[in-house]
């Protein structure tokens, strides 16, 4: 099976602040795969790589044979129909109705009669459970359901890529289920490659293919879910175990306490 998305050697800074590190990724296509890690381990900047919203200092993105950092914008934006995004808190314009919101990039990306976008608009509502929702704003719905239907914005195109960003975040433990099943089941139905970036290990673990884990800008470690379960790797089972300390340690790094109030010798 051929990868849809590959990462091969990414370097990326902010200025003179390094994010990723000679970084490799591959990402099937048909898999979910998640990408894990504390906040500020670079996650997000992967997908915003992928998607040609930021340049990488050296190495390549490649999405379905294309190099996306060597597209000019008519070709990136031709790309970017074939992905779906789910943004961290839904992100729906709070004056459109559902029907609206779910209907937007249909509008903007296809000359479809308004007559078919409605149909295919109940259709994806239907498929997260909301099609009866249609005619509400988003703030007469629950937090989960509005995650829904980002989702369902999200899948509007039939994407071959989907990229959730923290899609667990500030979900109730119902919700967050709901979600995580929504992922799996309809990236099964449409045949996508699903790329999920959370630090939620339960959701995670049950709907993804493979994992990877970053720290500091790098993979450290990688696999199937029962692989990471089982990993003796000390920053997996931090993570895993939700601990305080260890190799991801608690204090930023620095000078000592007593250096910073001036009580070390020589001071």
Do not use: C, W
């Not at 670079?42 to 990488?56: A, D, E, H, S, V």
């Not at 961290?88 to 976008?117: C, K, M, W």
């Not at 879910?225 to 340690?249: C, H, I, L, T």
């Amino acid at each position: 099976m051929s990868d849809l998305v590959e990462i091969r050697d990414i370097h990326f800074a902010y200025g003179e602040r390094s994010i990723l590190s000679g970084l490799n990724m591959a990402f099937p296509r048909g898999k979910v795969v998640a990408v894990m890690g504390g906040s500020g381990s670079g996650k997000t900047t992967i997908l915003r790589l992928i998607g040609g919203q930021l340049q990488p200092k050296s190495g390549t993105v490649t999405v379905d044979g294309q190099q996306v950092h060597a597209l000019d914008t008519a070709g990136l934006y031709a790309l970017r129909r074939k992905m779906g995004m789910l943004f961290q808190h839904g992100a729906l314009f709070t004056d459109l109705s559902v029907l609206e919101n779910v209907a937007f990039p249909l509008r903007e990306n296809t000359d479809l009669p308004e007559e078919l976008i409605h149909d295919l608009v109940l259709l994806k509502l239907h498929a997260v459970g909301l099609r009866n929702a249609a005619g509400l704003k988003p703030g007469e719905i629950s937090g989960g359901m509005a995650r829904r239907v980002a989702l369902a914005r999200a899948i509007a195109l039939d994407p071959q890529l989907i990229m959730y960003d923290e899609p667990f975040a500030g979900l109730d433990p119902i919700s967050m289920g709901v979600t995580a099943n929504l992922i799996r089941s309809l990236n099964d139905a449409l045949g996508s490659t699903s790329i999920v970036v959370s630090h939620d290990v339960h959701e995670s673990f049950a709907i993804a293919d493979y994992i990877y884990f970053l720290s500091n800008g790098a993979i450290v470690a990688q696999g199937t879910p029962d692989e990471m379960r089982a990993s003796s790797d000390p920053y997996v089972k931090q993570f895993v175990n939700a601990e305080a300390d260890g190799p991801v340690p608690f204090h930023y790094p620095g000078k000592s306490l007593a250096a910073s109030l001036g009580l070390e010798r020589g001071q």
